[in-house]
């Protein structure tokens, strides 16, 4: 069965700290890992990662893909409360022809003044 | 990126009752899905609302309890019939958009 493992499941920091959030996955037929921020309702999509060993960034905002170690981390480096959310990991799964998207529970962030 | 409406964005209802949602896409796609997210979980997926078919549904999900139109390639409704508070979640529609999932506003359920 296909599965998404995040950690930690919640996290409280301060304002200026760097996070790491963790996403370990197995699926049958990877395809692509999604990261999501949720901050009420609606994911707003980060990063899609796809290759190995290729960093992804936007702003203070990282992640990276390890398909032998089948995981990804994203990091957030000076948080800000506004970071506060949680922080979803999706894993695509190919399963012939039809492609499925399966989330992991999420990491809800606290970044605190 | 696809721009998806969403609505309603939250509802009360009584138990019993069925709500239907509704999610609007800015631009023809294939293929809109359904997510129910409850109460700390993460989001599962209901069903594939094809265009011209009927939809595909997961595991744990029927027709019967969660019927879904989509009469055209911009437009879908995920109905939650017979509701109890087990149905209590958020609901969301998504579209693929360059191998990239985006999502509705979502749609914030609580049933008394």
């Known amino acids: 069965e296909d599965k998404v493992v995040q950690s930690p499941l919640s996290l409280v920091v301060h304002e200026g700290d760097t996070v790491t959030l963790n996403c370990s996955y197995e699926v049958t037929n990877f395809r692509s890992l999604l990261w999501y921020k949720q901050e009420k309702k609606a994911p707003t999509f980060l990063f899609m990662l796809?290759?190995?060993?290729i960093e992804k960034k936007s702003g203070r905002l990282s992640s990276i893909l390890d398909k032998k170690e089948l995981f990804s981390i994203l990091n957030i480096t000076a948080t800000q409360t506004g970071d506060s959310a949680v922080y979803l990991c999706a894993v695509e799964d190919d399963q012939g022809g039809s492609e499925k998207l399966v989330f992991g529970k999420g990491t809800k962030l606290t970044v605190n003044p | 990126s696809a721009v998806i409406s969403q609505k309603p964005s939250r509802d009360i209802c009584q138990r019993g009752t069925s709500l239907t949602i509704q999610c609007q896409v800015d631009s023809q796609v294939t293929m809109m899905f359904w997510y129910r997210q409850q109460p700390g979980q993460s989001l599962t997926l209901i069903a594939t609302?094809?265009?011209?078919?009927?939809?595909?549904?997961e595991s744990g999900f029927v027709i019967d309890k969660f019927p879904i139109s989509r009469p055209n390639l911009t437009f879908s409704t995920l109905t939650v019939s017979n509701m109890s508070p087990e149905d209590s979640s958020i609901y969301l529609c998504s579209v693929e958009d360059l191998g990239t999932a985006f999502f509705g506003q979502g749609t914030r359920l609580t049933v008394v």
């Open positions: 609302a094809n265009q011209g078919s009927e939809a595909t549904y």
């Open positions: 796809t290759s190995s060993g």
